[in-house]
C-alpha cells in the first residue's frame, strides 16, 4: 500500500495526535510503556539479519536495536508523517541513517518490496502498536506473511492488569483513551490462532501482574 492509499481517517488522526506529543513522546512513554527493552534484548538478531519494526514511531526502540545489534539492517514503517519526521532526525542524530530505513505505511497491510526492497525480514516486532491499530488482527496476519522461514515476530503491549487494583486498572484505561489507545483482550487468542493457521510456535508471557504481554511467534520451515 502506497503512501496515497493510507487510509486517511486514521492516518490524520495519528498525525493529530502526534503533531505536537511527538516531541515530549519518549520521556513521558518511559514510565508507562514497559517491557520494550526486553523485547529488544530477546531479539537476538544475527549478523547480517534485517529486522523491521511495526509502528516505529519517534524511532525510540529502532535506535536502541540498532545500537545493540551493529551487524543487522533496520526498517521501521508508521502510518504518522510527524512521527517518522521525528524519527528520521533522530536516527541521522545518531549516526544510523546507512542501516535504519524507514517508510510511510499502513501495518494492517503492507508490501516489504514496494516500500524497502526487501521480500522478507529474519525478526519483526510491534511494541505498544497493536493497541492503537484499527483491525489490528490483521496487522498480526500481514507481519507472519512478511517473515523469513524461521524468523520471528515479536510484540509486547498493555495486558489486562489482571493482578493490578481495580483502581489502577480503571485510571490506567482512562488515561489510555485519551489518547485512543485500547489494550486488545483476545490478543493472546488473535496470536494462537494466526500461530496455528501458519505454522509458528508460540511462547506467551504475561509481565508485571498482567500489566503488559510479551508474545514471541516463531515460523518453521
Known amino acids: 500500500m502506497s503512501a496515497t492509499e493510507l487510509p486517511a481517517s486514521h492516518a490524520e488522526l495519528m498525525d493529530g495526535v502526534y503533531r505536537w506529543q511527538r516531541h515530549i513522546y519518549d520521556l513521558t512513554r518511559k514510565y508507562y510503556l514497559l517491557g520494550r527493552d526486553r523485547l529488544i534484548a530477546g531479539l537476538d538478531v544475527p549478523a547480517g539479519g534485517t529486522v523491521l519494526e511495526l509502528g516505529c514511531g519517534t524511532g525510540r526502540n529502532i535506535i536502541l536495536a540498532a545500537r545493540r545489534y551493529r551487524d543487522a539492517r533496520f526498517f521501521g514503517l508508521d502510518i504518522s508523517a510527524e512521527m517518522l519526521d521525528t524519527a528520521t532526525a533522530a536516527i541521522a542524530r545518531e549516526g544510523l541513517s546507512n542501516r535504519v530505513m524507514l517508510a510511510r505505511g499502513d501495518a494492517t497491510d503492507f508490501d516489504p518490496k514496494a516500500l524497502f526492497a526487501v521480500g522478507s525480514f529474519d525478526h519483526i516486532f510491534v511494541s505498544y502498536s497493536l493497541s492503537m491499530i ?88
Open 134 to 221: 484499527p483491525g489490528w488482527e490483521k496487522t498480526v496476519s500481514a507481519a507472519l506473511a512478511a517473515l523469513s522461514p524461521d524468523g520471528s515476530l515479536h510484540i509486547v503491549d498493555f495486558g489486562q492488569q489482571q493482578g493490578l487494583p481495580r483502581w489502577f486498572r480503571a485510571l490506567l484505561r482512562g488515561w489510555l483513551r485519551k489518547f485512543h489507545v485500547e489494550p486488545r483482550e483476545t490478543l493472546r487468542a488473535v496470536l494462537e490462532s494466526e500461530s496455528a493457521r501458519t505454522g509458528a510456535s508460540l511462547r506467551f508471557q504475561t509481565l508485571y501482574r498482567g500489566y503488559a504481554w510479551l508474545a514471541i511467534a516463531e515460523r518453521r520451515r
